[in-house]
């Protein structure tokens, strides 16, 4: 494998990471995170842990080779279109795992130890600057593949 076609495929890698997380994202925000208030308030707190454990599962992977990939790009683009591309990519990948961290992982460890009608609420408007993110996101991605290959 040459170097071009090495970049080109952390490229579509990264895309296809993102790309799947926008669509989790818009799951998460629109039919997700709502139904917790329609969940079994008696049993939440075993409807909440599993929820977590299972998305854990389901999602590290993907963020994790989506972070992988977005820094190996943001250091191998040598066109400036690209390179800011790249680089507005992994600050809005940053301003993403920050808000998880930050804001709805604590919200959801609230939510495992009882149904909190508030919180809820919070987690799904705190999740709409996170949607936003990673909806740009796959557009940054897709305008990568439209422009140049990485060097």
């Known amino acids: ?15 296809a990471a993102t790309l799947f ?6 799951f998460v925000q629109i039919v997700h995170y709502p139904l917790f208030a329609l969940a ?7 409807y909440a842990r599993r ?8 999602l590290a992977l993907p963020m994790v080779v989506e972070l992988v990939t977005a820094i190996i790009l943001a250091g191998s683009y040598a066109a400036d279109q690209g390179r ?7 600050a809005l990948l940053a301003l993403i795992w920050i808000s998880t961290v930050a804001v709805q992982l604590p ?8 149904f909190d ?7 799904v408007y705190s999740n709409w600057p996170r949607t936003a993110a990673w909806t740009a996101r796959g557009i ?6 439209a422009t140049r290959p990485v060097s």
Request: proline share 0%; net charge positive; glycine share 8%.
């Open 1 to 15: 494998m040459t170097a071009g076609t090495v970049g080109a495929a952390i490229l579509l890698i990264h895309a």
């Open 21 to 26: 997380m926008v669509g989790v994202i818009w």
């Open 40 to 46: 079994n308030h008696e049993r939440f707190t075993e």
């Open 51 to 58: 929820n977590q454990r299972l998305t854990t599962c389901l």
């Open 84 to 90: 800011s591309l790249a680089w507005t990519g992994l």
């Open 107 to 114: 919200q959801h460890r609230r939510l495992s130890r009882g």
């Open 117 to 123: 009608a508030d919180v809820q609420r919070r987690l």
């Open 140 to 145: 940054i991605a897709m305008a990568m593949i």
